[in-house]
């Protein structure tokens, strides 16, 4: 299993392969609706997975044997199977459909790299440096973008257990519910940045997106003077209650098996900020989660966006790797910073410093606005 995971992970750097060449296939007006598209399909993506693998669940664990073959379909290997046919459907894809397709800025073709004729229409690639300074600052934007969407994630389940008393289950299902119309909603919002990054520009979209998950981030903060439901139930002492028999004969009838598989709900009181930090209302949390995942996708697409666009014509693949990578470091910091924050000091000062790093990432932002911009037109081949 951990082989066949790190394979997994490994046919994941695709996604750095897929917006290299789109980036070095499209114009700088198609850009932004490409990679939105592209966005698109990966949000889908996340919404349909869980989808099938409750409908696979209708399998049963027997399903049905081949016995020929020794192959058994039942519910836990129906979505591996499906895995591996849509895997080799790609290759198919890749093979037949995809060909070496190189342009500029403006679109014009350029020289194929692998090829050492060229028609005459054809241009050279532009020469001239990249700037580094925009490429790190994009790498850094993309990864607290990223960073904050893992945490938020990973927050969901012990936030809503603590604050509202939810069972284990039933924040698995309300969790999972929310995260879906959260899909569904960075569907339309890859749709909408399409159109709206041609009147107003990405770098605009960019900032508007930031603020917004400032701002549900802000909103996450506790305010008031309701405090949640402590969870006394893990306090225990050594003394004996005064039960009388008939109290135990009710008990056990009411909790057949002893009833101990019950767990307690609530805020637990081994974490202490549980005694004097106010609750999180449930409109909070919604409201919260409406604005990031309006402000999260807008983010996501204009960050690499604009990154392959000040990179320029050139072949992209190294540093669409290293762009890449930040994103996957940074959904593996984010669980680790957001557990330990929230056990040990609560939700305030955990959603405080989230709100502090979007502060200082806006603030990166203005900083390097100028130079957000298209290397064509930093060289002033293309106007902006």
């Not at 955990?350 to 064509?376: E, H, P």
């Amino acid at each position: 299993m951990l082989v066949a995971r790190g394979l997994v992970g490994f046919g994941a750097g695709n996604v750095a392969v897929v917006r290299s060449y789109i980036a070095g296939a499209t114009s700088l007006q198609e850009r932004t609706s490409s990679m939105a598209n592209t966005s698109t399909c990966q949000a889908l993506g996340f919404i349909l997975g869980p989808v099938f693998q409750t409908c696979f669940a209708l399998i049963g664990e027997k399903g049905v044997k081949w016995d020929t073959i020794k192959l058994q379909i039942n519910m836990y290997t129906a979505p591996v199977l499906l895995s591996a046919i849509l895997g080799v459907l790609n290759i198919i894809l890749i093979l037949a459909i995809l060909r070496e397709h190189r342009v500029d800025d403006s679109g014009r073709q350029c020289k194929n790299i692998n090829f050492e004729e060229a028609n005459t229409d054809e241009v050279q690639i532009p020469q001239g440096n990249i700037d580094q300074v925009a490429v790190v600052a994009t790498n850094v934007l993309f990864f607290v973008v990223l960073f904050i969407f893992a945490l938020f994630e990973t927050i969901l389940t012990p936030l809503t257990m603590d604050m509202y008393a939810w069972t284990q289950e039933q924040a698995v299902l309300y969790n999972g519910i929310i995260l879906a119309a959260l899909g569904v909603e960075a569907v339309l919002i890859f749709v909408g940045v399409k159109l709206l990054s041609k009147k107003i520009g990405e770098r605009v979209i960019l900032l508007g997106g930031l603020i917004l998950v400032w701002v549900g981030f802000f909103i996450l903060l506790p305010w008031g003077n309701q405090l949640p439901k402590i969870q006394w139930e893990d306090l225990h002492n050594n003394s004996v209650p005064n039960t009388t028999f008939g109290e135990i004969i009710t008990g056990l009838w009411k909790s057949p098996g002893g009833g101990h598989d019950a767990r307690p709900t609530g805020c637990p009181v081994d974490q202490a900020w549980c005694l004097y930090t106010p609750v999180i209302h449930l409109a909070q949390f919604l409201t919260s989660a409406v604005l990031i995942g309006v402000g999260y996708p807008a983010c996501n697409v204009m960050s690499y966006t604009l990154y392959s666009k000040i990179l320029g014509p050139k072949p992209q693949g190294v540093y669409m790797g290293w762009l890449t990578a930040s994103g996957s470091a940074a959904r593996i910091l984010g669980p680790v910073f957001i557990s330990h924050v929230y056990t040990y000091l609560g939700p305030r000062w955990a959603f405080s410093l989230v709100c502090g790093m979007v502060v200082l990432t806006i603030t990166l932002v203005g900083a390097v606005y100028k130079r957000l911009i298209a290397f064509s037109v930093r060289c002033g081949r293309v106007q902006e």
